[in-house]
Structures are given as C-alpha cells and as structure tokens.
C-alpha cells in the first residue's frame, strides 16, 4: 500500500479511479489529497487538512470495498502521517456505523461538545477525536 499525494500520480488513472467514484471532490482530491495505490491501482483516497493550528480533519476517506480489509492499516498511516506534520489533534466526521467501530478500536474519542465540529455543517454521521501522542 502507498500513499501518493493525488498531483503526483498520472491523470490517467487518477481519472479512471474518479470515473468509478463520481462522489469524491476531484479539485479538493488534487489540491490537498493523497490517493492510496495498492498492487499499481488506485484504491481509496483521503485528505489530511491542517484546520487550525496542530487541528486536522481527516476528509474524504474513502477505500474500494474490495480493499476495505486494508482500512485499519490505512488509517494507522494516516495517524502516523498526522504525527510527522505535527498535529496534536485529529477529526473525523464519520457517516457509517462500521467506521465508527473501527475508530472506536483505535482509540478516536466521539465528540459531544461543539466547539470544533459546529464550524463546518455536518449534521449527519458522528464526529470522533483523536489525539495525536
């Protein structure tokens, strides 16, 4: 598994990942994201933006259903990439009952207070935290 920063990977199959995953933002994808390659193709993605100071929000994470077993290892990268860029504090807004069992085992933390998460309108799914050590 690799994760490539998306303005690094050829157009062609970059193109060829979103034609199969119309959902996902492509100038958002391009700008700030990172694809994750498995066995040469292009399987999931992810954006890792820095909101505030030390404050990232992990958007846009998405991997194929036939890769989704490699999701708990991408998710232990992208924490991993979080700590090298320093964040201390790590958001996901979740919308699937099945990740959020998965960031419950890994120690994320649901968010009841507001004070990050009310900035941007997200009313469906959970919000959970991790803090990065």
């Given at each position: 598994m690799n994760l490539i920063q998306a303005n690094k990977v050829s157009q062609e199959k970059l193109d060829y990942f979103l034609l199969s995953n119309p959902h996902m933002n492509k100038d958002s994808l391009l700008q700030k994201g990172y694809v994750v390659e498995i066995k040469g193709k292009i399987e999931g993605c992810f954006i890792l933006e820095e909101m505030e100071e030390g404050t990232y929000w992990?958007?846009?994470?998405?991997?194929?259903?036939?890769e989704a077993a490699v999701l708990p290892v991408l998710l232990e990268s992208?924490?991993?990439?979080?700590?090298?860029?320093?964040?201390?504090r790590v958001y996901v807004h979740s919308h699937q009952p099945v990740v959020?069992?998965?960031?419950?085992a890994l120690q994320f933390h649901p968010q009841k207070e507001r004070a990050f998460v009310d900035k941007f309108d997200q009313k469906d799914?959970?919000?959970w935290l991790y803090h990065v050590s």
């Open positions: 992990l958007k846009q994470l998405y991997i194929t259903q036939s992208i924490l991993t990439m979080a700590k090298q860029q320093h964040a201390k959020d069992i998965l960031l419950e799914g959970n919000w």
